[in-house]
């Protein structure tokens, strides 16, 4: 906890009072090994020596390991308060677990980054119920954002779609995975945060490179797809949900997408979609209705897709 000073005055007297603030909650994303016992304390003030962890909503610490099985750095996810999008530094794992030479903001993950995701690894997916058509998707332990994958769900649901909510703890890489492969599947909505290169869920990321290993061809230009993601249409995401795996539709973010506005304006647009409108023009109804512009910042979206304009054609 950590505490400000507030001062007020009382009949002309000076009343001094301690507010208790929550610091935010550094936790960890899972890794695909564990080969040392480290001290979680010990790598939670790390990241405190070197990053104002309170300027972000959530925290989250993946430890990734080298060749030799020893640690080697750790990737430090940093959740946006305002905006569905993450930023990621890079930590080396030094004797005393920290040095200030050995920090990288706005890291890029690379190819040991992406083998300690955790779950299933570049074969293909398992779809665990192939009547499954609609997934509704939110790994953040946020009841707002939760509520809104919860209404889409629901809508997808009273027009009789075989739906699979995958919310906070279940919300997992390897879950979402497996369901984006099932053969049935029309429709994906993604509450969460993300950048141009991975998305975030509850246990870890999905990369780009993820989708291009497990989905490729797999939505057949038949699933409309429709993200509260931040800059996720930017290359390299927008190409391979667009291109590789081939969506009917897709709508994500150009750049960052404000929290509330945005949520609005995507769940609105899904619903539609959901309810046999024209996806094109529904979309821009919904965000001129929800998604206007507040405190000078522009939710700029991007939307395209080579498929129909209706849902499940």
């Known amino acids: 906890m950590k505490h400000i000073l507030k001062i007020a005055t009382l009949c ?12 935010t909650t550094i936790s960890f994303f899972n890794s695909k090994h564990h080969y040392a016992n480290l001290s979680a304390e010990a790598i939670k003030q790390m990241v405190k020596n070197h990053i104002d962890v309170n300027q972000y909503k959530n925290v989250k610490v993946q430890i990734i390991y080298n060749a030799d099985h020893q640690p080697d750095h750790i990737l430090v996810y940093l959740f946006s308060k305002k905006f569905h999008h993450v930023d990621i530094t890079k930590i ?15 890291y890029q993950l690379n190819s040991a980054d992406l083998a300690e995701q955790p779950g299933i690894e570049a074969k293909a997916a398992a779809c665990p119920d192939p009547s499954v058509e609609f997934i509704s998707f939110a790994p953040n332990n946020d009841s707002y954002e939760v509520a809104k994958a919860e209404d889409v769900a629901s809508t997808a649901e009273a027009h009789h779609l075989k739906t699979i909510r995958l919310l906070r703890d279940n919300a997992t ?14 429709g994906n909505f993604y509450d969460g945060d993300s950048n ?10 999905i990369y780009s490179k993820d989708i291009d290993q497990l ?17 996720a249409y930017n290359d390299p995401m927008k190409t391979s949900v667009m291109d590789t795996a081939q969506s009917q539709k897709y709508a994500a973010g150009i750049n960052d997408l404000e929290i509330g506005p945005s949520d609005e304006a995507a769940a609105c647009a899904m619903k539609a979609a959901i309810e046999g409108k024209p996806i094109t023009a529904s979309f821009q109804d919904c965000y001129n209705t929800f ?10 979206w991007g939307f395209g897709g080579s498929g129909s304009d209706y849902f499940g054609v």
């Open 215 to 231: 989905l490729r061809n797999q939505f057949r230009f038949k699933v409309v797809n429709i993200w509260l993601a931040c800059q």
């Open 92 to 106: 080396a794992m030094t004797n005393n677990l920290h040095s200030n030479k050995s920090v990288v903001q706005h």
């Open 196 to 205: 141009p290169e991975v998305i975030a869920t509850a246990d870890g990321v």
């Open 291 to 300: 998604d206007r512009p507040k405190d000078g910042w522009v939710d700029n």
């Open 173 to 186: 890489r390897t879950n979402y995975l497996n369901y984006m492969s099932c053969p049935n599947l029309k």
């Open 12 to 23: 002309g007297a000076l009343i001094f009072s301690m507010e208790a603030i929550a610091e």
